[in-house]
């Protein structure tokens, strides 16, 4: 919704870079999200309770 809003209200010049922008901001996120499992798991691995258990089904 975000992206079509701004997409909408831009130059036609900058519709592309407006693209490229939200991809790369999604890209980031996803990074540090992942990176933030990883610790987590890495930390409570060591316990028998873990947070994320390695088989989700």
Do not use: P
């Amino acid at each position: 919704v975000k992206l079509n809003f701004f997409y909408n209200q831009a130059l036609d010049n900058m519709q592309s870079i407006i693209k490229t922008l939200y991809i790369t901001n999604m890209a980031i996120a996803l990074f540090i999200c992942t990176r933030i499992i990883i610790i987590v798991v890495s930390i409570t691995g060591r316990t028998k309770s873990r947070w994320i258990v390695n088989n989700l089904n």
